[in-house]
């Protein structure tokens, strides 16, 4: 599974410990997400959408669709 989470977070110009807050996780939790180590439950998973005001599938697609 892949994501667009830094680029969307970056984007807001938010760090990796203030998005962590916004979703009552840890900045290591954040990191090992943004890096693809750790696939995030579904509930957080829907809760990072909600925070990007997206749906979940624009934020987590699979490997082989994810962008360039």
Excluded at 24 to 48: C, H, M, W
Excluded at 52 to 63: A, C, D, L, Q, S
């Amino acid at each position: 599974m892949r994501n667009d989470i830094k680029a969307r977070r970056t984007e807001r110009r938010w760090s990796q410990a203030e998005l962590g807050k916004e979703l009552g996780v840890s900045r290591q939790t954040v990191i090992a997400i943004e890096n693809d180590k750790y696939d995030p439950s579904l509930p957080l998973a829907f809760a990072i959408a909600r925070l990007f005001g997206t749906r979940i599938e624009e934020v987590f697609f699979p490997e082989e669709d994810a962008p360039q």
